[in-house]
RNA sequence: GGGGGAAUGCCCGAGCGGUUAAUGGGGACGGGCUGUAAACCCGUUGGCUUUGCCUACGUAGGUUCGAAUCCUACUUCCCCCA
């Protein structure tokens, strides 16, 4: 990670900038700063309410990342304050204010993972409780005075509810407010969020200008979509490759990604030419991503690791073989009887069934195989003093052994 | 302050006194097929050692032979008027 700083010249290129970018407000600002020729303080907004981040997060974060190899400070905001209010472009409820402890363990597990990505010895991080902790009640008047609903209703998650009839808090309006005086606080010069900040971003020049100082640069970047191939990728939705799955996870994850969005990829999360891309999926969509498959496991694994997922993948899925790791338990004693062990019981205990009922239904559905025999009867039985592999449908493997009586 | 609506299974959403664990999507899972945990097709989707039993339609009561469906109170949410 440790790569030399300020060897490339921070005005390089305003296109190396723009990368990937769907929106710069404005460019002339932007071209303005650069020209000053001095480091500019690139800020970004961390929520601490959750910590796991994934492979849409390193979109943002892949941009910081070349900000930062061009010379540029990252700041992190650690919205301690915001977290309570929520960002209303999702869901909307005044959230319970974490505890400081909270705020500062997510953080770390937020660094923890960004390292992966970003040079974190060179980022400077606020938490914006520092400031909005110390401000009254008149002090935030004073900042909602600074926007009108009218405006605030521009921004469309706000104008969607409103008119689906859903509730918005008063309390909500606040939030683009406080991000924004975030930027005044840190003087930024740029500020990165995905398209749905754009609107947060906004109100910080806004804020900015207000307070007699150069506005930030807005540069949003697109929403990474997610397995599901519509929806943004996020977490609650379960269609996210966490940056710290496992090898085997992330591979699998991002085999089942549709075709379509292959390019998409390619282009958000892999340093792969667009054009070097576009042909590999044109000449074997199969073998493309593949190859997108591995570069993932391999920008938080290593090649190696990439490599074995490859290969490991191969094996299971074609060949029907065995993955390297495979769970080992032994079932209690108490569980045995002369006949051995109920293979619905078996199926509960290892967690490979959430019920006795889902474990019949996977039986029936010819789904359970023990030694690489499918089970048809639901009665069948594991026998005690022996050892055997248990699976279910392809991916879910399981040895157990049954102690003898 | 006044008036009107709504709360259903993981999610969305039908049902509006009488087959029925409760139509239909989505998701998830299983099977088939394959170029992959893509696409496509089929199936499953409350619990329980399951020819049956139990628990379910915001909460608590009530009416009824019988309620998710009717009544009352409560809780939460939304809309309109002021």
Redesign the pocket.
């Known amino acids: 990670m440790g790569r030399p700083r300020h060897t490339l010249p921070m005005t390089r290129s305003i296109d190396e900038l723009l990368t990937n970018t769907v929106a710069c407000n404005t460019r002339e600002d932007l071209e303005r700063k650069l020209k000053a020729g001095r480091p500019l303080r690139v800020k970004l907004g961390v929520d601490p309410s959750s910590a796991d981040l994934h492979i849409g997060h390193s979109v943002v974060l892949r941009h910081m990342r070349r900000l930062q190899d061009l010379g540029h400070q990252a700041v992190f905001i650690i919205g301690q304050a915001t977290a309570m209010v929520g960002d209303p472009s999702g869901k909307n409820a005044m959230r319970p204010q974490l505890t400081r402890e909270d705020v500062a363990a997510n953080a770390q597990t937020y660094f923890d993972q960004a390292r992966l990505i970003l040079d974190m010895d060179a980022v400077e991080v606020v938490y914006n409780s520092s400031w909005f902790d110390e401000m009254g009640f008149m002090d935030a008047i004073r900042l909602g005075g600074l926007m009108t609903v009218a405006r605030m209703m521009e921004r469309d998650t706000f104008e969607k509810r409103?008119k689906a009839?859903?509730?918005?808090?008063i309390h909500e309006f606040f939030y683009p407010l406080m991000q924004g005086r975030d930027s005044v606080e840190v003087k930024a010069d740029i500020e990165l969020g995905g398209t749905d900040q754009t609107f947060n971003l906004l109100v910080g020049r806004d804020l900015m200008r207000e307070a007699g100082l150069e506005p930030q640069v807005c540069l949003t970047l697109p929403l990474l979509r997610g397995?599901?191939?519509?929806q943004k990728m996020s977490k609650s939705?379960?269609?996210a490759i966490g940056l710290t799955d496992p090898p085997?996870?992330?591979?699998?994850?991002?085999?089942?990604?549709?075709?379509?969005l292959m390019e998409e990829w390619y282009k958000l999360v892999t340093d792969v030419p667009a054009a070097d891309a576009a042909a590999a999926i044109a000449a074997?969509?199969?073998d493309?991503?593949?190859d997108l498959?591995r570069r993932i496991v391999a920008t938080y694994h290593g090649d190696e690791a990439g490599a074995s997922a490859v290969e490991e993948?191969?094996r299971?899925?074609?060949q029907k073989g065995l993955p390297d790791e495979i769970p080992e338990s032994e079932l209690p004693g108490d569980m045995v009887?002369d006949?051995g062990?109920?293979i619905?019981?078996v199926l509960?205990h290892l967690g490979m069934a959430?019920?006795?009922?889902?474990?019949?239904?996977?039986v029936?559905?010819?789904?359970?195989?023990v030694d690489g025999e499918?089970v048809n009867d639901?009665?069948a039985?594991v026998a005690p003093g022996t050892e055997s592999l248990v699976?279910?449908?392809?991916?879910?493997f399981h040895r157990v052994t049954v102690p003898a009586r």
């Open positions: 409103y009839g859903e509730a918005i808090g397995l599901d191939g519509t939705l379960g269609n085997r996870d992330m591979f699998g994850k991002a085999m089942s990604l549709p075709d379509e074997s969509p199969r493309a991503k593949v498959a993948f191969e299971i899925f074609r009887d006949d062990v109920w619905i019981r509960t959430a019920s006795a009922s889902a474990a019949r239904r996977l029936k559905e010819g789904g359970v195989r499918r639901e009665q039985r699976q279910v449908g392809k991916r879910r």
